[in-house]
């Protein structure tokens, strides 16, 4: 790739995953060329993608400054960046403490926890070609108990890892962020009172504030 960039990042305009790599590169003011796969296209099961993440999903990540070394899986993405790119632990833990595997802890529950319950909703409350009502209860659930658990913990810490913003935090946001504002039956702000908090001061950071209006920007074009 002649781009000149150090990452070249395989996203979509619309699927949170990417996002998530893209926010913690513009934290770490680490550059990198967003590469938009096209779904109705199929794009991410085509061989020229395939052979980078042979799961025919974004993101996936290539890093020119280490021999165009692939990674995909989101959080693998990120804790790939990290351990190498952020030496001075501005978002993230040192390897071998017991904060390390805490924060490793959120970033888990974060890609198995999180992520697959929502878009689960997402998937069927607006794609899937039947209404399957027990189905749309049953990840309506799964967010109010993700909600829950985040609430349990913020209540009582300003972060999840370490008095102190890490890619654990950042991780949830993308997700987060899509889910709120289609909550018909719950009053995000005022039944998790804490995690709103946490999570409008995350969505105000610049970095954060930047990457979002990119993904607005894109979705805005015809
Ligand atoms: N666990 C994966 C999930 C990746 C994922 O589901 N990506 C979606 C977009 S956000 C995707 O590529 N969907 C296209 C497809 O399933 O074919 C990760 O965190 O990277």
Not at 61 to 76: G, K, M, P, T
Not at 188 to 201: G, I, R, S, V
Request: glycine share 6%.
């Amino acid at each position: 790739m002649s781009h000149g960039k150090q990452f070249t990042l395989f996203s979509h305009k619309r699927g949170p995953n990417g996002w998530k790599v893209a926010l913690v590169l513009e934290e770490l003011g680490l550059t990198y060329e967003s590469v938009y796969l096209d779904f109705q296209k199929s794009e991410q099961k085509a061989p020229e993608f395939i052979k980078y993440n042979p799961n025919g999903r974004i993101p996936a990540l290539i890093d020119h400054s280490n021999s165009d070394f692939i990674v995909w899986e989101s959080n693998a993405i990120i804790q790939y960046i990290v351990d190498k790119y952020d030496k001075g632990h501005k978002l993230s833990i040192a390897p071998g403490t017991d904060e390390y595997y805490i924060q490793l802890q959120w970033l888990y529950f974060q890609a198995s926890g999180q992520g697959p319950y929502f878009g689960q909703a997402g998937w069927f409350t607006f794609y899937h070609p039947e209404k399957v009502p027990s189905a749309i209860e049953r990840y309506k659930n799964e967010i109010k108990r993700v909600f829950g658990v985040l609430e349990s913990v913020l209540s009582t810490r300003e972060w999840l890892v370490d008095s102190r913003l890490t890619v654990a935090d950042l991780s949830l946001v993308p997700w987060n962020h899509l889910t709120t504002p289609h909550l018909e039956d719950v009053d995000f702000e005022k039944e998790f009172p804490a995690t709103a908090k946490w999570h409008n001061k995350l969505l105000k950071r610049p970095a954060v504030e930047k990457v979002w209006a990119e993904r607005t920007r894109l979705l805005a074009q015809p």
